[in-house]
T-cell receptor
Framework: GDSVTQMEGPVTLSEEAFLTINCTYT??????LFWYVQYPGEGLQLLLK?????DKGSNKGFEATYRKETTSFHLEKGSVQVSDSAVYFC?????????????FGKGTKLTVNP | EAEVAQSPRYKITEKSQAVAFWCDPI?????LYWYRQILGQGPELLVQ????????DSQLPKDRFSAERLKGVDSTLKIQPAELGDSAMYLC????????????FGQGTRLTVV
C-alpha cells in the first residue's frame, strides 16, 4: 500500500539556520503530496502542497518540490525562527472508494533555539 | 474564526472502562473524520462520515470502537472496553468538500488508559 517515510527526529537548530526535513513516498499512481505542521497544543494545519511532478509548494518561507524521479518531497526553509518549533508531517493523498485518503509519515519534531 | 471543537482535551480511564469523545465540526462541513495518532506516529484515519452516513470505517476496530453522527452535525467516538493500546491522541477534522486534504483539524483528545 501507499506509505510515507520521513527523517527521524528530533531535529534541533539554532535560529536562522537552514532546515531540511527529508520525505520519500511509495504510491501507486500519481498522488498529491503535503506537509502538515502541528504546533504545541494545537491541531494539524496544512502547511503546503503539490499536486503534480515538479510542482513547488510554498508557505511561510517553507518550500518543497515534488520529485517524481526520486519519489521525494523534502521540506526546506532558509532561516528558521523559534516560532517554527513544531512537529512536521509529510503526507500523500490516495483515492479509495471514491474518497481522497491521507497517509501520513511518523512526524519530525523540530526545536529551534534562540 | 470557525474551528473544530473537541472535548474533553484530556481523558484518563482505566482499562475495560467505556470512554467517549465528542466533536463539533465547522458549521456547514458535511464531511467529518476521526483519526487516531499514537505517540511517535502520524495520524491514521479511523472513520469518515458524509453527513450522517459512514463512508469509510475500514480501519475502525469494530469490536470495541463505534462512531455516530446522528444528525449529520456533531459526532461521538466511543471505545468499550478500553485497552492499554488505545492510549493515543484522537483527532477530529471536518471539510466542506469530500477531500481529506481540505480538512480542518481540532486540537484533539489525549486518551491515557491505565
Amino acid at each position: 500500500g501507499d506509505s510515507v517515510t520521513q527523517m527521524e527526529g528530533p531535529v534541533t537548530l539554532s535560529e536562522e539556520a537552514f532546515l531540511t526535513i527529508n520525505c520519500t513516498y511509495t504510491a501507486t499512481g500519481y498522488p498529491s503530496l503535503f506537509w502538515y505542521v502541528q504546533y504545541p497544543g494545537e491541531g494539524l494545519q496544512l502547511l503546503l502542497k503539490a499536486t503534480k511532478a515538479d510542482d513547488k509548494g510554498s508557505n511561510k518561507g517553507f518550500e518543497a518540490t515534488y520529485r517524481k524521479e526520486t519519489t521525494s518531497f523534502h521540506l526546506e526553509k532558509g532561516s528558521v525562527q523559534v516560532s517554527d518549533s513544531a512537529v512536521y508531517f509529510c503526507a500523500l493523498s490516495g483515492s479509495q472508494g471514491g474518497s481522497e485518503k491521507l497517509v501520513f509519515g511518523k512526524g519530525t519534531k523540530l526545536t529551534v533555539n534562540p | 474564526e470557525a474551528e473544530v471543537a473537541q472535548s474533553p482535551r484530556y481523558k484518563i480511564t482505566e482499562k475495560s472502562q467505556a470512554v467517549a469523545f465528542w466533536c463539533d465540526p465547522i458549521s456547514g462541513h458535511a464531511t467529518l473524520y476521526w483519526y487516531r495518532q499514537i505517540l511517535g506516529q502520524g495520524p491514521e484515519l479511523l472513520v469518515q462520515f458524509q453527513d450522517e452516513s459512514v463512508v469509510d470505517d475500514s480501519q475502525l476496530p469494530k469490536d470495541r470502537f463505534s462512531a455516530e453522527r446522528l444528525k449529520g452535525v456533531d459526532s461521538t467516538l466511543k471505545i468499550q472496553p478500553a485497552e492499554l493500546g488505545d492510549s493515543a491522541m484522537y483527532l477530529c477534522a471536518s471539510s466542506l468538500v469530500r477531500r481529506a486534504s481540505e480538512a480542518f483539524f481540532g486540537q484533539g483528545t489525549r486518551l491515557t488508559v491505565v
